[in-house]
C-alpha cells in the first residue's frame, strides 16, 4: 500500500555510523537474526573505546588531571566494563549488583565510584573495602560510613560529599550547604577512618554554565577544606555529556514539522519531553566547551580553575560513552492496513526500547532491512508495535515513512540505543525470552566477527 499525502512525512535520520552500516550491508544483521531467531542487540565496542580515548584526550589537551567513570547504569553489557578496564577508566556503580559485575570485569576497586542514594550497608561495605570512591548522598549515610570504616578496621573509607545545586533545589539528592558543613566536621572528627577526596554533583539536563558554576563553586569549597586539614583534592562533575543523534537542520526540521496527525491515534508528545536529539557540541566536545567556560564571577576557565587549585576533575558520563556502540534490531511478524498507513507488529516489547516509559519516543528513524534487495521504493508510512497484548505497547507511534513496503520477515533497526534505550527497562514480559547481546568487535575486517555479550547458561 503506497501513500501520498499533502506535506512532508517527518524524518528524523540518523548521523551515519559505518560500523552500524557494515553490519547491515555484510549480511551480518540478517544471519544473526535467523541464527538467534528474536530480537538482538548488537554492541560496537569500538565506538565506545574511541569516544572514551577522545575524552581522555580532551583532558590531556587541556591540560587536565582527570579520570573518567563510565557510568554502568546506561548499559549492562560486559564488554563496555572491559572495555573501559582496559582503556585506562573507572567505573560508575549504584548496587552491589553493579559493583560485583565491574570487579568482576577487571575493574580495579579503586578505580570503582560509588554513587545513589541511601546504599545499603552492604554496598558500603564492599565499597570501603575495596577502596572504592564513596559519593556520600546524606548525613546519615556519611554516619553509616564512619562507623563501617571504624569498626571494619580495614582501611579508610574513602568519600567525596554529593552537593545540591542552587539551580535545582527540588532535587532529592546531594546535601545543602549547611549540611555540607555539617558533613566536613564529622569527617574531621572521624580522623583516619575517613579519607574526604572531595566533592561531587551529578545535575540533570544538559546546560554546561550550571555546571560550570557548581563546579568553580565546590573548587573553592576544596580550598577551604584543606585549610581545616582535610585532603579535598578531586571534584566529579557527574554525567550529563549530551550527544547528537541526528545533525541540526533534521531536528529542527523535525520539530517543526511534526503533527498529531503523524502518529498512530494521534498520540500526541510533549516536544520539550523529548531527549535533544541534536546538541550544538556533543560528548568529548562538549567536555572540552565545558572546560572553556568561565563560570559566573571568574575571569578564568575552569580548566585553569582546576589547575591553579590543584584539583582533579572526575567525570561519570554513561550515554556519551555509548554513542553510536550498538543498535537494536526486531524482526516484522505482522503487517496491517489502517486508514492510510501500516501498524507494524514486531517479534519484541517497546521494554527494549525504553523511551516510551518516560511518556516520550525514541524518534531516530529506525531503518528498514528488506529481505528484497530489489524491493520497490516509495513511500510507505508506519508505525510499530510491539508482540505484547498492551494497546500502549508501541515502539514508535510516529507513522514512519519508509522507502520500501514492509513485508513479514523484513528486520527493522533502531539505531545508536546502547545508551539507556536497549536494556534499563528490560522484562521477560509475556515470558518473552531477553533479546541477546552480540558483541561485534572487528569491524575493521572485511566481514565483521561476532560473540555474545556473556556466556548465557
Ligand atoms: C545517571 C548518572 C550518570 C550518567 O549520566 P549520563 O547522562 O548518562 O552521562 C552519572 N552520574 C550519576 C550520579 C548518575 O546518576
Request: hydrophobic residues 40%; charged residues 20%.
Amino acid at each position: 500500500m503506497e501513500v501520498t499525502v499533502a506535506g512532508p512525512w517527518p524524518t528524523l535520520p540518523v548521523l551515519p555510523s559505518p560500523a552500524a552500516h557494515q553490519v547491515v550491508d555484510s549480511g551480518l544483521a540478517a544471519e544473526l537474526a535467523y541464527a538467534l531467531g528474536g530480537p538482538f542487540h548488537f554492541l560496537l565496542p569500538d565506538a565506545f573505546a574511541a569516544n572514551l580515548v577522545a575524552m581522555q584526550d580532551v583532558l590531556t589537551g587541556a591540560g587536565v588531571d582527570g579520570f573518567v567513570y563510565y557510568a554502568k547504569k546506561a548499559n549492562k553489557a560486559a564488554v563496555f566494563v572491559e572495555r573501559a578496564a582496559t582503556g585506562g577508566a573507572g567505573v560508575d556503580v549504584s548496587s552491589t549488583a553493579e559493583l560485583r559485575e565491574a570487579l568482576g570485569h577487571g575493574v580495579r576497586g579503586e578505580h570503582l565510584m560509588v554513587t545513589g542514594p541511601a546504599k545499603d550497608p552492604a554496598l558500603l561495605r564492599l565499597a570501603i573495602t575495596h577502596s572504592a570512591t564513596i559519593a556520600v548522598d546524606a548525613l546519615d549515610e556519611l554516619d553509616r560510613i564512619i562507623s563501617l570504616a571504624l569498626t571494619g578496621r580495614v582501611r579508610p573509607a574513602r568519600v567525596l560529599l554529593r552537593a545540591m545545586s542552587d539551580t535545582q533545589p527540588h532535587s532529592r539528592f546531594g546535601m545543602s550547604d549547611s549540611e555540607l558543613n555539617t558533613a566536613l566536621e564529622r569527617c574531621l572528627r572521624a580522623g583516619d577512618a575517613i579519607r574526604m577526596e572531595g566533592f561531587s554533583f551529578h545535575l540533570s539536563g544538559y546546560a554546561l554554565q550550571p555546571r560550570a558554576d557548581l563546579a568553580a563553586r565546590l573548587i573553592d569549597r576544596c580550598l577551604k577544606a584543606r585549610v581545616m586539614g582535610l585532603e579535598a583534592s578531586r571534584i566529579s562533575i557527574g554525567g550529563g555529556l549530551p550527544i547528537s543523534y541526528a545533525d541540526a537542520r533534521s531536528w529542527h526540521t523535525f520539530l517543526e514539522a511534526h503533527h498529531p496527525a503523524h502518529y498512530h491515534a494521534g498520540k500526541t508528545f510533549r516536544s520539550d519531553g523529548f531527549y535533544p536529539y541534536h546538541s550544538p557540541v556533543a560528548g568529548a566536545d562538549a567536555l572540552a566547551a565545558l572546560l572553556a567556560t568561565r563560570p559566573e564571577g571568574s575571569e578564568s576557565p575552569l580548566s585553569e580553575l582546576l589547575g591553579d587549585a590543584g584539583i582533579e576533575l572526575l567525570l561519570e558520563p554513561g550515554r556519551a560513552l555509548l554513542d553510536r556502540a550498538g543498535a537494536t534490531v526486531f524482526r516484522i511478524q505482522g503487517v496491517k492496513d489502517r486508514d492510510g498507513y501500516q501498524i507494524l507488529t514486531v517479534d519484541g516489547t517497546s521494554l527494549s526500547l525504553s523511551e516510551q516509559w518516560f511518556n516520550s519516543e525514541y524518534l531516530p528513524d529506525p531503518q528498514l532491512i528488506p529481505q528484497e534487495r530489489d524491493a520497490p521504493t516509495g513511500v510507505f508510512p508506519a508505525s510499530i508495535g510491539a508482540a505484547t497484548c498492551l494497546e500502549s505497547d508501541m515502539l514508535t507511534w510516529r507513522k514512519i515513512a519508509f522507502p520500501h513496503p514492509p513485508r513479514i520477515g523484513d528486520l527493522l533497526l533502531y539505531p545508536n540505543t546502547a545508551g539507556y534505550q536497549m536494556d534499563s527497562n528490560e522484562s521477560p514480559f509475556h515470558d518473552l525470552p531477553l533479546p541477546p547481546k552480540v558483541v561485534i568487535d572487528r569491524t575493521d575486517r572485511a566481514r565483521p566477527r561476532w560473540r555474545l555479550d556473556r556466556h548465557f547458561t
